[in-house]
């Protein structure tokens, strides 16, 4: 596609509920990242998926915390039995490959009550 | 303390004035050095990239980078109310894709 895309765009949920975001890159674009943005914080890095290679999950803050990417392509992040700290802006990027700029897409905003 | 420090202002000018952001950064090790610019309830959008210290200026904007200071700066000439917006700074270590960004600074250019 012509950016990246993350749906859903909002998300309300309940303490104690599971959470899927899905993030769509651009096509041919072989590395995939997510971070979390914070009111008042910087992005805060949570994982990076390069073409076939292991992930580098180190960014995870917890074990409810996990991300596949399928394909090579559109990825998956889940998040297990959701907590209010876990409330924040979910952004997906992509890029050519390391150390190139990246594209944003526009976020999952994750509201948990 | 934060390994990226950026001032979160907020930051209003009227149109047409120079708009000076900036950063300090701990770890030397770090080698590129970006600008992003993020719209309400967008995604942040890469403005300028910079290798090592030194200038760079693309039209209205000039980034600079002071590595002895650990200090980069990026000035926005001539704004205008579309330039209001959350400007963040980030940087990585050479072949490292991680982003280290700073808090972001909110900037409202008054028409």
């Known amino acids: 596609g012509a950016g990246v895309s993350q749906s859903p765009s909002n998300k309300v949920t309940e303490k104690g509920k599971d959470v899927e975001l899905r993030c769509d890159p651009i096509?041919?674009?072989?590395?995939l990242y997510w971070y979390r943005q914070s009111l008042g914080q910087g992005l805060e890095f949570l994982i990076y998926?390069?073409?076939?290679?292991?992930?580098?999950k180190s960014g995870l803050p917890s074990d409810r915390f996990s991300a596949e990417r399928t394909g090579g392509s559109v990825s998956t992040l889940t998040i297990q039995r959701t907590q209010q700290e876990d409330s924040a802006v979910y952004l997906c990027?992509?890029?050519f490959g390391q150390g190139a700029g990246y594209t944003f897409g526009s976020g999952t905003r994750l509201t948990v009550v | 303390q934060k390994e990226v420090e950026q001032d979160p202002g907020p930051l209003s000018v009227p149109e047409g004035a120079i708009v000076s952001l900036n950063c300090t950064y701990s770890?030397?090790?770090?080698?590129?050095f970006m600008w992003y610019r993020q719209y309400s309830r967008k995604g942040p959008e890469l403005l300028m990239y910079?290798?090592?210290?030194g200038n760079k200026e693309d039209g209205r904007f000039t980034a600079q980078v002071d590595k002895s200071s650990k200090y980069i700066s990026l000035f926005i000439r001539d704004s205008q109310p579309s330039d209001s917006a959350t400007y963040l700074c980030?940087?990585?270590?050479?072949?490292?894709?991680?982003?280290?960004f700073g808090a972001g600074t909110t900037v409202t250019v008054r028409a």
């Open positions: 770890n030397s090790a770090f080698q590129y």
């Open positions: 096509s041919g674009h072989t590395a």
């Open positions: 998926f390069q073409g076939n290679s292991a992930p580098d």
């Open positions: 910079t290798y090592s210290s």
């Open positions: 980030a940087m990585s270590r050479s072949n490292d894709y991680k982003l280290s």
């Open positions: 990027a992509s890029s």
